[in-house]
C-alpha cells in the first residue's frame, strides 16, 4: 500500500458497551453485545474516532442505538461513557436521531439556543456559540430560516449543530446518509470527516446499513449480526459479528480514498458478510 502509516496512540476508554441483552415482544433482538471505543490519539492532530456500527436493516441498530443514548434500558448488560466511567443517562451525549426533530416554529438560530439553555448556558453564551457553530457547519445563511426552508442535507447539519450546543464528547447518529441525494451525501460524509477533525475530543458513534458510507467516514466498523448454530440456522439476536480496522488498512485518516482498489475490497467484503448475518 502506497498510503503512509499513520502513527497514534490508544487511550481512555470513552465508551464501553458490556454483555447488553434486549427482548422485545417474546424475541431476542440483541444478544451479549461487547464492544469499547477508546481515544485513538494521533500526535500533533486533532482527531476524533469515527465508529461505525454496520448491520442490515431490522438486525437491531436502532434500539442498540437508544440503548448507546440511554432512551432504553437493556434487560441486562450496561453502557458506560466518559473517563472515568459512568452509566449513561438520556442527555448525556449528543443524538441525532433518525428523524431529527428540530423545532419547526422556531429559526435555525433559536433551535441552537434553546438546547444551550436546555444544557444550561446563559442566553448571551449560547447566543454565541450557536453563532459560531452554525459558521462551522456552513449555515451562516440560514441561522433566520426555519428547518422547513433548508434542504435536506442543510437539516441535518442544522441537527448535528443542535446537538453540539449540549458540547457533549460523544455523538450518536442512526443512519445520517439515509434519503440524501448523492451531492448531499457526499458533502456529509465529508462534513462528518471534518468535524472529527476539528476536535480530539468528539467521538462519532454512526448506526447504519449504508457500508460505502460507513468504510468512507469511519476509522473503525463493528458489524452486527446472528450467529448460526450448528444446524446452520440464525439463533435470534445479534451480536458484534467482525471489528474491521480502517485505519491498520490505510482507509482512515487520507483523502481520496474512495477510489482505491483496496477501498472496493473493503465494501465487496463486508458486503459478502452481509449476506451471511
Ligand atoms: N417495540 C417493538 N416490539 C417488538 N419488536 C420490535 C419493536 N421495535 C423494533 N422491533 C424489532 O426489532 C428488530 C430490530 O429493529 P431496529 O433496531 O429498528 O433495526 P435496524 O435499525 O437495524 O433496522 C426488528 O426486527 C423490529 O421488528
Ligand atoms: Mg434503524
Same mark, same amino acid.
Given at each position: 500500500?502506497?498510503?503512509?502509516? =499513520?502513527?497514534?496512540?490508544?487511550?481512555?476508554?470513552?465508551?464501553?458497551?458490556? +454483555?447488553?441483552?434486549?427482548?422485545?415482544?417474546?424475541?431476542? =433482538?440483541?444478544?451479549?453485545?461487547?464492544?469499547?471505543?477508546?481515544?485513538?490519539?494521533?500526535?500533533?492532530?486533532?482527531? +476524533?474516532?469515527?465508529?461505525?456500527?454496520?448491520?442490515?436493516? +431490522?438486525?437491531?441498530?436502532?434500539?442498540?442505538?437508544?440503548?448507546?443514548?440511554?432512551?432504553?434500558?437493556?434487560?441486562?448488560?450496561?453502557?458506560?461513557?466518559?473517563?472515568?466511567?459512568?452509566?449513561?443517562?438520556?442527555?448525556?451525549?449528543?443524538?441525532v436521531a433518525q428523524h431529527y426533530p428540530l423545532l419547526h416554529h422556531r429559526t435555525i438560530l433559536g433551535n441552537l439556543v434553546v438546547a444551550g439553555r436546555q444544557?444550561?448556558?446563559?442566553?448571551?453564551?449560547a447566543e454565541?456559540e450557536a453563532q459560531r457553530l452554525l459558521e462551522v457547519f456552513g449555515l451562516k445563511e440560514q441561522g433566520e430560516k426555519y428547518p422547513v426552508q433548508l434542504s435536506g442535507g442543510q437539516r441535518q447539519r442544522a441537527a448535528i449543530a443542535q446537538q453540539f450546543m449540549?458540547?457533549?464528547?460523544?455523538?450518536?447518529m442512526?443512519?445520517p446518509f439515509s434519503g440524501l441525494d448523492p451531492l448531499a451525501l457526499a458533502r456529509m460524509?465529508q462534513f462528518?470527516?471534518?468535524i472529527?477533525?476539528?476536535?480530539?475530543?468528539?467521538?462519532?458513534?454512526?448506526?447504519?446499513?449504508?457500508?460505502?458510507?460507513?468504510?468512507?467516514?469511519?476509522?473503525?466498523?463493528?458489524?452486527?449480526?446472528?450467529?448460526?448454530?450448528?444446524?446452520?440456522?440464525? =439463533?435470534? +439476536?445479534?451480536?458484534?459479528?467482525?471489528?474491521?480496522?480502517?485505519?491498520?488498512?490505510?482507509?482512515?485518516?487520507?483523502?481520496?480514498?474512495?477510489?482505491?482498489?483496496?477501498?472496493?475490497?473493503?465494501?465487496?467484503?463486508?458486503?459478502?458478510?452481509?449476506?451471511?448475518?
Amino acid at each position: 500500500m502506497l498510503r503512509e502509516k =499513520i502513527a497514534y496512540d490508544v487511550r481512555e476508554c470513552l465508551l464501553s458497551v458490556k +454483555g447488553v441483552n434486549l427482548n422485545l415482544g417474546g424475541r431476542p =433482538i440483541l444478544r451479549d453485545v461487547n464492544f469499547e471505543v477508546h481515544n485513538l490519539y494521533r500526535p500533533g492532530m486533532l482527531q +476524533g474516532q469515527v465508529v461505525g456500527l454496520l448491520g442490515p436493516s +431490522g438486525m437491531g441498530k436502532t434500539q442498540l442505538f437508544r440503548i448507546l443514548a440511554g432512551l432504553n434500558p437493556p434487560d441486562s448488560g450496561h453502557v458506560l461513557i466518559g473517563d472515568p466511567p459512568v452509566p449513561v443517562a438520556a442527555g448525556m451525549v449528543g443524538v441525532v436521531a433518525q428523524h431529527y426533530p428540530l423545532l419547526h416554529h422556531r429559526t435555525i438560530l433559536g433551535n441552537l439556543v434553546v438546547a444551550g439553555r436546555q444544557a444550561g448556558q446563559p442566553a448571551k453564551a449560547a447566543e454565541t456559540e450557536a453563532q459560531r457553530l452554525l459558521e462551522v457547519f456552513g449555515l451562516k445563511e440560514q441561522g433566520e430560516k426555519y428547518p422547513v426552508q433548508l434542504s435536506g442535507g442543510q437539516r441535518q447539519r442544522a441537527a448535528i449543530a443542535q446537538q453540539f450546543m449540549c458540547s457533549n464528547q460523544l455523538m450518536l447518529m442512526d443512519e445520517p446518509f439515509s434519503g440524501l441525494d448523492p451531492l448531499a451525501l457526499a458533502r456529509m460524509c465529508q462534513f462528518i470527516k471534518d468535524i472529527a477533525q476539528t476536535d480530539e475530543h468528539k467521538t462519532f458513534v454512526i448506526v447504519t446499513h449504508d457500508i460505502a458510507s460507513a468504510i468512507e467516514v469511519c476509522d473503525t466498523l463493528m458489524v452486527l449480526g446472528r450467529d448460526k448454530g450448528p444446524d446452520g440456522h440464525f =439463533i435470534p +439476536g445479534a451480536k458484534i459479528q467482525q471489528t474491521v480496522d480502517l485505519i491498520a488498512r490505510g482507509l482512515a485518516w487520507h483523502t481520496g480514498i474512495s477510489r482505491t482498489p483496496e477501498f472496493h475490497a473493503a465494501v465487496n467484503e463486508v458486503k459478502d458478510l452481509f449476506a451471511h448475518l
